[in-house]
């Protein structure tokens, strides 16, 4: 049987009858009680007066789960029957009912859970919205869910009840319902306006002005003040602290209060002014008993969500109208009030009239969720008395879009239809779903449980550095989440199975400053959570490992945590001294953060939540490894290849990708397979830069052909200085990719198709040279630009290059090192036939005008030299060839040094390259003698090597070599073989140089008649016919007197054995019988010109001395010792032979005749012919040093002596043509290495 009701005095007991007929006539009602009008308590008992007997159980909703437990216990008194029978109530952790139960109290989220079971609600006859003005996320849904509900069923009835005035909203949106309004059961209150006095007055020192205001009225009443957040109730307290007020104790309130603070509020002192100082959970969540007094400062700390910015903001903003009337309400409950308000009447009447719904500024996702697995319209169709804007329903689809709930088309994932199985944050249930994955759900369903309430620590403001140190054995400076793990198992301890031992709990939670109800709903919320995964999803929850090491890893832990917020992560900037977060958010470690006084800045953070305050923060983080966004969420990376390339040892295509998330990088430089992602463009790699390029592993024919092809191309280029300009390799590609199928991309998949293809047509991947090269029209040019040069025999390979500013620019010659010896130094200067023209025309240019006058058009005349020139073979310079052709065409005389070659462009400046039989490069230049005296040692050295080869025999002391040939040929260079003395014994040696030989050979023949003939010869060394005169000058002459007589016997045997020298062991004998014939006559002869060459000495050394005093003929006595002084030379008999004695001699005279010349004319005319002579003598005099041993250098010499004689001496006989230009000549062509 039901309960009779009874109705306690309260002012809706007077509106009893106007709601039940209300109710009766229509579907839905809307009542409206004030304040203590008793609305909460009597409204289920008029609901189920009118109800009946009607099956079904009636609803009733409250915000909170303390309301709703707290109701159902107050209407289970008045109707006298136990809680948990005819009424009953279900929270969260926490039911009472049973199947008798007609009367249910609960949360508004208990009701939305059951609609996911219950469509239709169908055990609910009425349901009864309470508080409906506090317009809660799960209030707004709940009023459109019924209102599609009602729809479907007419039997359904549906009360609101709210405490404001928006009633008229509320009927409107449920189509003209009645409303009832109840009058409320308080005192009068008195309103008083106090604005600041200026902007400089902060709001700690506003409140204290107003606190002194009421003490000058009343000391002792208790004083509700408002304030936005905890930092300005800190702030406060500090100001009135030092306020000294009497008999006043200051008390915060705050959602994260303890409960031992809590306490103080609650349960006052006796005698002791309570100043509460609270935010505005205050204003409808707590009733504090005997407030008199309200201090409204007007602010709030409201949550807002920022789709824009995708964080949730703590802002501080002006509260509504219904706000204001809430808070002075809280003043009027126990006698007659007064609310003191921090701003301007004018302030308040520009205020809003309500707050805004919190659909309209929060976070959709949940909620939209919901919807879709609810098969509901979409949100923006959706029935809501205030519609969400849509910047905040995008947003709410990006983050379901983000966590994989939806795809793109907005329909619901499998991991969708899980999420809306959870009655969680979506966040939350995505990063459950993960852990089931990464085999973390036991560590995950500790910290979600922990993340879905408030934080367990405390940290009061009188005891911040105790708490600090007490708790710090659970922070891990690596991971806030791993800190609650370690939190979590130290509470275990105090539990035991399903049972606490709370004694001990509460003690260990004091010591560690830890609120002992959080962590009991921390464990209850663990258990429910933990059910629900059983019920809904058939999972098998294990609990959490003792031990880190039975636990799943940092890793498998924070990875299930990003994929509730895949976008919740940051990089850090040095120079801005931030972490720059995903979508450009800039944001810093939250204070309390474990990680926010770690030594060292972690270069990636990830998080679960941003918060604005007075800056952006990240609540509770963890280091990230940027490589798991990609893991958790590739649907929000983005990858872009760059730096793609032909990999050769691979033979595919590779790249380094980037990875983007949020506009930061998440990876650089990682090495992907391009093909894979993209063939056709791999395949285009593939042909440019593994075929065109010949970078395959292996070199198939085609290959080859392909090589061979473009060099032969690029030659034809290079000849033509067009490069680039005629091998075509688009048109090689273009061919290619026409053959080759278009899903080959690796060379392994050519291969195959090769192997496969070649087997009927091997060529069918051979390029033609018609696809790869573009016409030209003059390709008849081609035969002007040979690829050998060839000349007396000798072929020589020719090079070409386009390369400007390069080494080898233009035309080389290549020679081989054998073939520098014997090569023309002419011959580079002619270059190559194409290139004659141009040549000609640059050096006809470089002519005086006064010639060039006469060769107009030079055009034109160097062409005509040029065909004059067509397939003639050089004999000559092409300077000398070029003067023969101006003097012809322009009968004016043209010297060859008239041409600048200096003019001519690089490219035409033909280069010389020798290489060795390995074809290594040796040098490389433009001078061929430079080359030649670089390349010497190792032209020596070769020479020397050959030589040896050919004649091995050493140590000689008598003709027992065989025949001596004049000359041998060593490879493609030519010895002169001859006996070296070598004092001890005679050897054979090789001379590159013919004169080399010669003169080695004449010392050679000499040792070795020494050794046959050795008493005969001492004997004249004994009896020399000297004189008196030529004796004393054995001892004084020339440079090395010791030397003298020797080299006195060694011509005179020279002079005996007469010419030419002996090459064979016949001739050698020959020769011993002239010596032994001959040497004592020769020596007569020779001893006389030794006493010319000693009078001679006397006369220059007299002359010089007299003349070095004066300085008109002191030069003329310098050159006198110079020309004495190379005359006599070291062993200057032995180098001069016995066949120039005669010149030796006419040199002596000619000395003597000058010195009568210089006694009969004028210095002066002495000086002028110095000074005709001295430009040819002083560059061989510069140079002699290096040289002065080697023959040619010898036989120099003599022609400059004889050229002096024309020039001091006129009178005597010179022998031979000596000219200023044959010196010249004979002076360019001496050996320089």
Known sequence: MPPEFAYPDLPIARHRQAIADALRQHQVVVVVGETGSGKTTQLPKIALEVAGDRRGILGCTQPRRLAAVAVARRIAEEVKCPLGGYVGYQVRFDEKCNEETRLKLMTDGILLAETQTDRDLRKYHTIIL???????????????????????????????????????????????????????????????????RNEQEELPEHVARAVHWLSSMDNRGDVLVFLPGEREIREVADKLAGENLPRTAILPLFARLGLAEQQRIFQPKGGERRIVLATNVAETSLTIPGIIYVIDSGLARLSRYSPARQVQRLQIEEISQASARQRAGRCGRVCEGVCIRLYSEENWEERPPFTDPEIRRSALAGVILRMADLNLPPLSEFPLPDPPSPKLINEGYRTLREIGAFDKKKDLTPIGHQLARLPIDPRLGRMLL?????????????????????????????????????????????????????????????????????????????????????????????????????????????????????????????????????????????????????????????????????????????????????????????????????????????????????????????????????????????????????????????????????????????????????????????????????????????????????????????????????????????????????????????????????????????????????????????????????????????????????????????????????????????????????????????????????????????????????????????????????????????????????????????????????????????????????????????????????????????????????????????????????????????????????????????????????????????????TPLPRTAEAFDAACIRLRENLFDIAKTTARLWDSLAITDALVREYCLTARASRHTEPIARDLENQLAWLMRPRFLMSTGYNRLPDLDRFLRGIRDRLQRIAQQPVARELERMQQFAPLAAPYLAALPAHAQDPEWIDHGFMLEEYRLTVFAPTLAVKGRSSVKKLADSFAALPRS
């Open 434 to 1058: 993960e852990a089931n994955h990464e085999k973390a759900l036991a560590e995950l369903l500790v910290i979600v449980s922990g993340l879905s309430i408030m934080d367990p620590r405390e940290r009061p403001s009188d005891c911040a550095d105790k708490a600090d140190a007490a708790q710090a054995k659970w922070r891990h400076e690596d991971s806030d989440f791993l800190g609650m793990l370690l939190l979590w198992q130290d509470s275990l301890a105090y539990r035991e199975g399903r049972q606490w031992r709370r004694n001990q709990l509460r003690k260990w939670c004091s010591a560690n400053f830890l609120n002992m109800p959080r962590i009991l709903e921390w464990h209850n919320l663990h258990e429910d959570l933990s059910r629900l995964l059983r019920e809904s999803l058939r999972w098998k929850p294990s609990p959490l490992g003792s031990t880190p090491e039975t636990q799943a890893t940092p890793a498998m832990i924070h990875r299930s945590i990003l994929a509730g917020g895949p976008l919740l992560f940051g990089i850090w900037k040095p120079e801005e001294k931030l972490y720059r977060g995903a979508g450009g958010r800039n944001f810093g470690i939250f204070p309390g953060s474990g990680m926010f006084r770690r030594n060292k800045r972690s270069e990636w953070i990830m998080g679960v939540e941003l918060v604005e305050t007075t800056r952006l923060w990240m609540r509770r983080c963890a280091v990230l490894d940027p490589a798991w966004v990609e893991q958790i969420a590739p649907q929000l990376c983005t990858c872009h290849a760059y730096d793609a390339a032909w990999d050769q040892q691979a033979g595919a295509v590779y790249a380094k990708e980037r990875v983007n998330c949020g506009g930061l990088v998440l990876i650089d430089g990682r090495r992907i397979h391009y093909g894979r992602h993209y063939p056709k463009a791999a395949r285009e790699i593939m042909i440019r830069e593994g075929i065109l390029q010949n970078r395959l592993r292996d070199t198939p024919p085609f290959l080859q052909h392909l090589a061979d092809l473009r060099e032969e191309i690029e030659l034809v280029e290079y000849k033509l200085r067009r490069r680039g300009q005629i091998w075509y390799e688009d048109g090689a590609f273009d061919w290619l990719d026409r053959t080759i199928p278009q899903n080959i991309c690796t060379e392994k998949a050519l291969r195959q198709w090769r192997d496969k293809e070649e087997k009927q047509n091997p060529e069918i991947l051979f390029v033609p040279r018609d696809e790869a090269m573009y016409h030209f029209e003059d390709e008849s040019l081609l035969g002007e630009f040979p690829d050998t040069l060839a000349h007396a025999g000798n072929e020589y390979s020719v090079y070409y290059n386009d390369d400007p500013g390069s080494a080898d620019d233009g035309v080389t010659l290549g020679l081989h090192i054998e073939q520098l010896r014997d090569f023309p130094d002419w011959l580079p200067g002619w270059g190559v036939p194409g290139h004659l023209a141009r040549r000609a025309e640059c050096l006809l240019r470089s002519l005086p005008k006064d010639i060039r006058v006469f060769l107009q058009p030079i055009t034109q005349k160097a062409e005509y030299f040029a065909e004059l020139w067509n397939g003639v073979e050089r004999e000559e310079s092409l300077a000398d060839a070029l003067s023969e052709f101006v003097e012809t065409e322009t009968r004016r005389p043209c010297r060859p040094d008239a041409f600048d070659f200096s003019r001519l462009p690089a490219e035409l400046v033909t280069k010389i390259w020798v290489c060795d039989d390995e074809g290594n490069e040796l040098a490389l230049g433009t001078d061929i003698a430079a080359i030649r005296q670089r390349l010497q040692p190792l032209l020596d050295k070769q020479f020397a090597s050959a030589a040896v080869r050919e004649f091995p025999r050493t140590g000689m002391t008598k003709w027992d070599c065989g025949d001596l040939p004049s000359s041998v040929q060593l490879g493609t260079a030519e010895g002169y073989p001859a006996l070296q003395d070598g004092r001890e014994c005679v050897k054979i040696h090789v001379y590159p140089r013919r004169r080399q030989a010669e003169d080695a050979h004449r010392h050679g023949i000499i040792r070795l008649l020494q050794f046959r003939h050795g008493d005969f010869v001492n004997h004249l060394r004994k009896k020399f016919p000297l004189g008196l005169e030529g004796k004393l000058a054995l001892s004084t002459l020339g440079q090395q007197p010791k030397n003298n007589l020797e080299d006195l016997v060694h011509v005179t045997m020279e002079g005996a054995v007469g």
């Open 130 to 196: 309470d508080e409906a003005h506090e317009r809660s996320l799960n209030i707004d849904f709940l009023l459109g869910y019924l209102k599609l509900l009602l729809q479907r069923r007419r039997d359904l009835k549906l009360i609101i009840s709210s405490a404001t005035m928006d009633a008229g909203s509320f009927a409107e949106f449920f189509d003209g319902a009645p409303v009832v309004s109840v009058e409320g059961r308080t005192y009068p209150v008195d309103m008083h306006y106090m604005p600041p």
